[in-house]
């Protein structure tokens, strides 16, 4: 018992190591600088939609009673522009992120050999694999928990300045698809796209890479515009925890298929 306890301490320490490492050159990366500028952007133009949309829907509802009022802030605000704002700042580092880095970073170690001598190591595949993926997770997670965050406190403070009263302006649905399943869902891509440039190439990675991009940047907007997904729903919600449990367990299926000469092999290839 001490002895594999001993074991998976010393596993814990060498996954920290390469998630460390990671995360120092994801830190010293122009195009990461340029993401989190990109977010604090997004932040601050949120914020300002925020109480545009207020001073607008007040106009409209003046001689309402406040029961009414609030009814259609929460209704318009909230659900139409704070919910699918907090639902996006949650979701888009994963894309931006995982497109930029996941693939690329693979990519750079196999040319350079790093990668050879990583698995020369004691380190193990599923170490190497689970500390880049925690990496990027941790990164995206931590940009997207932030820019919420302060999406929320914001918003909800221009519309608690207007009213001169709290009105709750996130469902429990929308909370818990951006907060919990969001990352739950997209550090699963991101674990597969690393797995997948680590035993193949970095180019069979480029597919799921582009379709998480692509699909967040364009096909999560037409689909909220459109009607199809209502992001406070508990029925997305379903779907997502679906996806996201059918997502890691082929994850889990490809690792356990995957052994460390066949990495070795790719990396010669």
Same mark, same amino acid.
């Not at 979701?91 to 990583?118: C, D, H, Q």
């Not at 739950?184 to 891509?189: A, H, I, N």
């Given at each position: 018992?001490?002895?594999?306890?001993?074991?998976?301490?010393?596993?814990?320490?060498?996954?920290?190591?390469?998630?460390?490492?990671?995360?120092?050159?994801?830190?010293?990366?122009?195009?990461?600088?340029?993401?989190?500028?990109?977010?604090?952007?997004?932040?601050?133009?949120?914020?300002?939609?925020?109480?545009?949309?207020?001073?607008?829907?007040?106009?409209?509802?003046?001689?309402?009673?406040?029961?009414?009022?609030?009814?259609?802030?929460?209704?318009?605000?909230?659900?139409?522009?704070?919910?699918?704002?907090?639902?996006?700042?949650?979701?888009?580092?994963?894309?931006?992120?995982?497109?930029?880095?996941?693939?690329?970073?693979?990519?750079?170690?196999?040319?350079?050999?790093?990668?050879?001598?990583?698995?020369?190591?004691?380190?193990?595949?599923?170490?190497?694999?689970?500390?880049?993926?925690?990496?990027?997770?941790?990164?995206?997670?931590?940009?997207?928990?932030?820019?919420?965050?302060?999406?929320?406190?914001?918003?909800?403070?221009?519309?608690?300045?207007?009213?001169?009263?709290?009105?709750?302006?996130?469902?429990?649905?929308?909370?818990?698809?951006?907060?919990?399943?969001?990352?739950?869902?997209?550090?699963?891509?991101?674990? @597969?796209?690393?797995?997948?440039?680590?035993?193949?190439?970095?180019?069979?990675?480029?597919?799921?890479?582009? @379709?998480?991009?692509?699909?967040?940047?364009?096909?999560?907007?037409?689909?909220?515009?459109?009607?199809?997904?209502?992001?406070?729903?508990?029925?997305?919600? @379903?779907?997502?925890?679906?996806?996201?449990?059918?997502?890691?367990?082929?994850?889990?299926?490809?690792?356990?298929?995957?052994?460390?000469?066949?990495?070795?092999?790719?990396?010669?290839?």
């Amino acid at each position: 018992m001490q002895a594999m306890s001993s074991s998976r301490r010393t596993a814990a320490r060498r996954v920290a190591a390469v998630c460390g490492r990671e995360l120092a050159e994801l830190r010293t990366s122009p195009a990461f600088a340029v993401i989190v500028a990109v977010f604090g952007a997004l932040f601050v133009g949120i914020s300002v939609g925020t109480g545009l949309l207020l001073r607008s829907v007040l106009r409209q509802t003046s001689g309402l009673d406040a029961p009414a009022i609030d009814e259609i802030v929460r209704g318009v605000v909230g659900g139409f522009l704070v919910e699918n704002s907090f639902y996006a700042v949650t979701m888009l580092p994963y894309s931006l992120i995982v497109w930029v880095f996941a693939s690329t970073l693979v990519m750079r170690e196999k040319l350079t050999g790093n990668l050879e001598t990583l698995l020369a190591t004691p380190l193990g595949l599923s170490e190497i694999w689970l500390g880049k993926t925690l990496a990027l997770a941790a990164a995206s997670t931590g940009i997207g928990w932030l820019c919420g965050a302060l999406t929320l406190v914001s918003a909800h403070a221009i519309v608690a300045v207007a009213l001169s009263r709290f009105v709750l302006l996130v469902s429990a649905p929308a909370a818990v698809a951006a907060a919990l399943l969001n990352p739950l869902f997209f550090s699963g891509m991101c674990a @597969l796209i690393i797995l997948i440039a680590l035993v193949k190439d970095a180019d069979a990675s480029l597919l799921p890479s582009f @379709l998480i991009g692509m699909g967040a940047m364009i096909g999560l907007p037409v689909a909220i515009g459109t009607g199809t997904i209502v992001i406070g729903s508990w029925i997305l919600c @379903l779907y997502q925890l679906c996806a996201a449990g059918a997502l890691w367990l082929a994850v889990i299926v490809l690792l356990l298929r995957s052994k460390k000469e066949r990495v070795v092999l790719s990396a010669r290839q």
